[in-house]
């Protein structure tokens, strides 16, 4: 059984080291930021959205447990009274295509409804195709899509 549990300090820790290492990978794969300004870049948007760690206001960190076993992590943000953003989903790689981030995200919209949440949003990078693909069976729709062309 699939369940949310609250970061713990240590959880988080370990978490934010590595996603900044991600995100930063990501924003340079997307042709966002370069390789040397990324990891700077990636590290102040973590501390300036997560200012107190996992215990800053209107955040959820969560980990996401199957049984006794954590399998990856959620992170929703509350953003107005009724509004969410889900800032990231992460399915440890043994884990991915089992359905955890679908039965996660299920939960977190569980939650969301709890907190009194009419809406959740989210990013995908435009490259992420399984995840596209996720978002859109659990009903989340487009609303603006970028695009741009290197000359």
Known sequence: MVTLVAMTSEEYQRYVENAIVIFANEKVK???????????????DYETLLP????????????????????????????????GFIYEILISDEFRGMGYGKKAMQQLEVFGRELGLKKIGLHVFGHNKPARGLYEKLGYIETNIKMEKVL
């Open 30 to 44: 997307a042709g966002n930021w370069t390789e040397e300004e990324s990891l700077d870049r990636a590290k102040s």
């Open 52 to 83: 107190q760690g996992e215990k800053s206001e209107n955040n959820y960190l969560f980990t996401i447990y199957d049984n006794e076993q954590a399998v990856g992590i959620i992170w929703l943000a509350r953003k107005s009274e009724d509004e």
